[in-house]
Each structure stands twice: as structure tokens, then as C-alpha cells.
T-cell receptor, first 112, second 113 residues
Framework: QQQVKQSPQSLIVQKGGISIINCAYE??????FPWYQQFPGKGPALLIA?????SEKKEGRFTISFNKSAKQFSLHIMDSQPGDSATYFC???????????FGTGTSLTVIP | GAGVSQTPSNKVTEKGKYVELRCDPI?????LYWYRQSLGQGPEFLIY????????DSGLPNDRFFAVRPEGSVSTLKIQRTERGDSAVYLC???????????FGPGTRLTVL
């Protein structure tokens, strides 16, 4: 059973546009929600993360929106650039930090 | 500073063989994780170490998989009697104790023929 469901599977955005990736979860014990960026042949790299006590977190062009009641969170990439073309994964873990559950990934392509 | 390193970067083996995959975490990181990533999928948790002990090995798929971290630094993932379904990229990540910020290595691509 997929603990974290991610959509869309792929996304094409024009340069300068907004990229939006969505994730949903069921386990209310999840306490930490990170987003990772992965380039081909590389391991995932932490992009930004949020805890459920806030509804939004922004770091540069990247924003996480978190809806605790709906058990959903999303990544917004503002002013998308070709260099943002990568696969993005959402994830979740409980406060023990033992297991991280990853979504299935979104392949983002930013067209110049 | 140096990041997480994994060796080998690629491993091709035959069905039924034994393989060892190595992970060198960032110095000072006491937490270490192993994940398996199949093509087009997200990383799937295998095992988590805190120091030398396996704090959570519930993600290991069966008893053919085993991991050790004898001195609390380098870890080795061992797979016995490999099967074609074991083909995947095996990722290692490390973090400071109490931090949820994981740093991933580049992975080892395992191909079982």
C-alpha cells in the first residue's frame, strides 16, 4: 500500500511558469514532510521540508503548502527554469524518523 | 566536505550469486539508511541504523537481505542468492542524530542477469 500518493507522474512547464506537484497521505502520525529533487544518476537531494504545525513554508522559488485537514501537501516552483528539470519526490515520516515513505515521483520538464 | 559515497557504482551479477554493497556516510552522521529504488519509483525503505545497531529493519524484503554497520560508520548491504527482481538502484543516506535531513549517496545500480 502506497503511504504517500503523488501526482502528476509527469509535468511540462514553460520557462517562467509555476510548477505544482501534489501529494496526499493517510497516516495522521506523519510529522515531517520533505521534498526531494533527483537528477539522473544522482541520489535525491533535500529541497525543502515542512512540519504540520504550519500551513506554508517558502525558500526562494520553492514553496510547500500544507493542508492538515485534507492530509495533502504540495510543492510550488515559481519562475520555473530549465535547470529545475528533474524528478521530484515527496516523502513523509513519523517523529521517530525511522522510516521515510516516498511518493512515486514527478518528472518535471521546463521548456526554454 | 565529502558527501555520502557508495561503492561500487555499478554491479552486474548472475542470478544466485552473493553481492555486497558499501556505503560510507558523512563523517559524524550517526544515522544511516538504506533504500531500494526501482525504475520509475520512489526510494523504498529497507533498514535504518542508529550507531552500530539496526534500529529498524522492517523494510528488508526477506532473509536474503542483511546489513551491518560494525563500527558505526561504514555500512554494508549484503544480498544472498540474488534474484532478477533484486535489480534496482540501492541508495544509502545518512544524517546527524535527531535530524531528519538525510544526505543521499549516488547509489549502486545492481543488475542481476
Amino acid at each position: 500500500q502506497q503511504q504517500v500518493k503523488q501526482s502528476p507522474q509527469s509535468l511540462i512547464v514553460q520557462k517562467g511558469g509555476i510548477s505544482i506537484i501534489n501529494c496526499a497521505y493517510e497516516n495522521t502520525a506523519f510529522d515531517y514532510f520533505p521534498w526531494y529533487q533527483q537528477f539522473p544518476g544522482k541520489g535525491p537531494a533535500l529541497l525543502i521540508a515542512i512540519r504540520p504545525d504550519v500551513s506554508e513554508k517558502k525558500e526562494g522559488r520553492f514553496t510547500i503548502s500544507f493542508n492538515k485537514s485534507a492530509k495533502q501537501f504540495s510543492l510550488h516552483i515559481m519562475d520555473s527554469q530549465p535547470g529545475d528539470s528533474a524528478t521530484y519526490f515527496c516523502a513523509a515520516t513519523m517523529n521517530t524518523g525511522n522510516q521515510f515513505y516516498f511518493g512515486t515521483g514527478t518528472s518535471l520538464t521546463v521548456i526554454p | 566536505g565529502a558527501g555520502v559515497s557508495q561503492t561500487p557504482s555499478n554491479k552486474v551479477t548472475e542470478k544466485g550469486k552473493y553481492v555486497e554493497l558499501r556505503c560510507d556516510p558523512i563523517s559524524g552522521h550517526t544515522a544511516l539508511y538504506w533504500y531500494r529504488q526501482s525504475l520509475g519509483q520512489g526510494p523504498e525503505f529497507l533498514i535504518y541504523f542508529q550507531g552500530t545497531g539496526a534500529a529498524d529493519d522492517s523494510g528488508l524484503p526477506n532473509d536474503r537481505f542483511f546489513a551491518v554497520r560494525p563500527e558505526g560508520s561504514v555500512s554494508t548491504l549484503k544480498i544472498q542468492r540474488t534474484e532478477r527482481g533484486d535489480s534496482a538502484v540501492y541508495l544509502c543516506a545518512s544524517s546527524y542524530s535527531g535530524s531528519f535531513e538525510q544526505f543521499f549517496g549516488p547509489g549502486t545500480r545492481l543488475t542481476v542477469l
